[in-house]
């Protein structure tokens, strides 16, 4: 288990091998952050679905509108929704899309980004500076390398909880 240094800004997400140690980046995407923050509190994230996972690339899961339902057609659908909440202007930073960093998912406007992210499995350049970075993983992507891959998994993998370490 990694040293958590400052566990207001820190995501404990269990999946089903372990606890995944999420360090969020609030000095670099204050919303982002923040948001991540709010969804783990009021339990939005909990039993929510990975629903894109591509071996060499990244797992994308955080659809709290249709993540979580036990029915394949909306799995399906996962990934087209978001929260109630509004959506987030981008925050681009320098950071890179290194492995285990975390971005947020989002359509073609940069500025639409909502409840989803993805896990980077390997260092996705290519995405640096079109998608918001706003945490990493400091602990347990083993437990990310593990995810059932798919788009959609058949029997895709789920966050059974999220949440901040401080509340923990």
Not at 6 to 11: M, S
Not at 47 to 75: C, K, L, P, S, Y
Not at 121 to 137: A, E, I, K, P
Request: no cysteine; charged share 25%; hydrophobic share 35%.
């Amino acid at each position: 288990m990694a040293e958590i240094k400052d566990p207001e800004n820190t995501i404990l997400m269990e999946l089903k091998d372990g606890t995944v140690t999420i360090e969020l980046l609030p000095d670099v995407a204050p919303k982002h952050a923040e948001r991540m923050k709010e969804l783990a509190r009021s339990g939005a994230y909990d039993n929510v679905a990975f629903h894109r996972v591509i071996d060499g690339f990244m797992a994308q899961t955080g659809d709290v509108e249709h993540g979580d339902m036990e029915d394949n057609f909306n799995i399906r659908r996962a990934g087209t929704g978001g929260s109630d909440l509004p959506d987030l202007p981008a925050e681009f930073s320098k950071l890179p899309h290194d492995r285990g960093t975390l971005g947020a998912a989002r359509s073609q406007n940069p500025n639409s980004a909502n409840s989803q992210f993805f896990i980077n499995f390997t260092d996705n350049h290519f995405l640096n500076g079109q998608y918001t970075v706003y945490g990493r993983v400091i602990s347990g992507m083993e437990h990310v390398d593990a995810i059932t891959r798919g788009e959609p998994p058949a029997n895709p993998d789920r966050m059974i909880s999220v949440k901040v370490a401080a509340d923990a």
